[in-house]
T-cell receptor, first 118, second 115 residues
Framework: AQKITQTQPGMFVQEKEAVTLDCTYD???????LFWYKQPSSGEMIFLIY??????QNATEGRYSLNFQKARKSANLVISASQLGDSAMYFC???????????????FGTGTLLAVQP | EADIYQTPRYLVIGTGKKITLECSQT?????MYWYQQDPGMELHLIHY???????EKGDLSSESTVSRIRTEHFPLTLESARPSHTSQYLC??????????????FGAGSRLTVL
């Protein structure tokens, strides 16, 4: 069965420092996609970054980068130069690709609550 | 600037009442989804739709029902609310993109409390 594991229930980071949020996944498929979403206290889910299983380079989006280690089945999110507005819940998620197309099912981890301190 | 809208944002209601959570998107996306999220927990897919007149149940069993009569509209209905239905319900939509990412765009959520 496919599974996403986030082992850090909560983390603190000082403003302007970098932080890594851990994510490991389990799947028997060769094709899949990995996502990170941010959920502020207001409740909406904000897409941050995507990594395809066949992408050779780690994905980057501004201050966000995804440290993708396929052999270890890990997809850690790195936030550089943390800001107070980064305080939120962060979810790692995975989608499988079946028969050459993406399924519509995202499997989410339990999330990591990040608190950025001034 | 939201392209997917959910109403109500907050709803407190008594047991046995019928409720409908509205979800509308202006992006013309074919695929729409409903996720359920208990406080501090992960999201679970309860319903999804590939297009008009298409609905499927998700991985988490739910007593709610959905309909997709128009592309932009995907309401969720509970015929008789119970305290166990207390949760946040998140609506999302997506379209296929060239990278195959199929990124979901979420609404702000509807927080339901059943007394």
């Amino acid at each position: 069965a496919q599974k996403i594991t986030q082992t850090q229930p909560g983390m603190f980071v000082q403003e302007k420092e970098a932080v890594t949020l851990d994510c490991t996944y389990d799947t028997s498929d060769q094709s899949y996609g990995l996502f990170w979403y941010k959920q502020p206290s207001s409740g909406e889910m904000i897409f941050l970054i995507y990594q395809g299983s066949y992408d050779e380079q780690n994905a980057t989006e501004g201050r966000y980068s995804l440290n993708f280690q396929k052999a270890r089945k890990s997809a850690n999110l790195v936030i550089s130069a943390s800001q107070l507005g980064d305080s939120a819940m962060y979810f790692c998620a995975m989608r499988e690709f079946l028969y050459g197309g993406a399924t519509n099912k995202l499997i989410f981890g339990t999330g990591t609550l990040l608190a950025v301190q001034p | 600037e939201a392209d997917i809208y959910q109403t109500p944002r907050y709803l407190v209601i008594g047991t046995g009442k019928k409720i409908t959570l509205e979800c509308s998107q202006t992006m013309g996306h074919d695929k729409m989804y409903w996720y359920q999220q208990d406080p501090g927990m992960e999201l679970h897919l309860i319903h999804y739709s590939y297009g008009v007149n298409s609905t499927e149940k998700g991985d988490l069993s739910s007593e709610s029902t959905v309909s997709r009569i128009r592309t932009e509209h995907f309401p969720l209905t509970l015929e008789s609310a119970r305290p166990s239905h207390t949760s946040q319900y998140l609506c999302a939509s997506s379209e296929h993109d060239r990278a195959g990412a199929n990124v979901l765009t979420f609404g702000a959520g509807s927080r339901l409390t059943v007394l």
